[in-house]
């Protein structure tokens, strides 16, 4: 089962769960990038879930689910 929703982007996604995880509007923007980079995502951001694979879908449930996990620092 996807846990992703279908009217968000990947770049949304990774925003909303940094949110509900507590993060601030500059460490959510520091986090889309620093994740999306690291699951080698970042050419997807503007896709919605209906446009990937099964197995790229699979990367971004990853993805935010390590969301504000790794703090980064700047």
Same mark, same amino acid.
């Given at each position: ?6 009217? &968000?982007?990947?770049? @949304? ?14 460490? !959510?923007? *520091?986090?889309?990038?620093?994740? &999306?980079?690291?699951? @080698? ?14 197995? !790229?879908? *699979? ?5 935010t689910a390590f969301s504000n ?6």
């Amino acid at each position: 089962h996807d846990v992703l929703f279908d009217y &968000l982007s990947i770049g @949304e996604h990774v925003d909303l769960f940094a949110r509900l995880k507590g993060a601030s509007l500059a460490e !959510m923007d *520091r986090e889309r990038v620093a994740m &999306l980079d690291a699951f @080698e995502l970042t050419p997807r951001e503007d896709y919605f879930p209906s446009g990937l694979s099964g197995g !790229m879908k *699979r990367k971004v449930e990853k993805n935010t689910a390590f969301s504000n996990v790794f703090k980064t620092s700047y």
